[in-house]
């Protein structure tokens, strides 16, 4: 685990324990909706967007996600690379 993936299980345990599987993949996908609607407001189309709070949800969705990495011992920063690495592979000569 990461240093921040350290701290959001530091909190998680504090506060009780972490939820089961199923529990924290319908949190993210409420948190991802979250972002969604911010999105939406920064480019006009519902409103207009304010950057505190963008900020904010895009906080809510990586804790989410550290939360289910935690529980599968996945560590995200680890993760992002080879993510990176597999795109700059296969996608390198697209643009």
Same mark, same amino acid.
């Given at each position: 685990?990461?240093?921040?993936?350290?701290?959001?299980?530091?909190?998680?345990?504090?506060?009780?324990?972490?939820?089961?599987?199923?529990?924290?993949?319908?949190? $993210?996908? !409420? %948190?991802? =909706?979250?972002?969604a609607d911010e999105i939406l407001k920064f480019e006009g189309?519902? *409103?207009?967007?304010? #950057?505190?709070? $963008?900020? !904010? %949800?895009? =906080?809510?969705v990586a804790f989410a996600l550290a939360c289910i990495?935690?529980?599968? *011992?996945?560590?995200? #920063?680890?993760? $992002?690379?080879?993510?990176?690495?597999?795109?700059?592979?296969?996608?390198?000569?697209?643009?």
């Amino acid at each position: 685990m990461n240093e921040h993936q350290i701290k959001v299980d530091e909190l998680i345990r504090e506060l009780g324990g972490y939820w089961n599987p199923f529990e924290m993949l319908a949190a $993210l996908t !409420e %948190e991802v =909706g979250e972002l969604a609607d911010e999105i939406l407001k920064f480019e006009g189309v519902k *409103g207009s967007g304010d #950057i505190q709070t $963008l900020e !904010e %949800e895009l =906080g809510d969705v990586a804790f989410a996600l550290a939360c289910i990495a935690n529980h599968y *011992g996945v560590d995200l #920063i680890e993760a $992002l690379d080879k993510t990176a690495k597999k795109y700059r592979q296969r996608d390198g000569n697209k643009w």
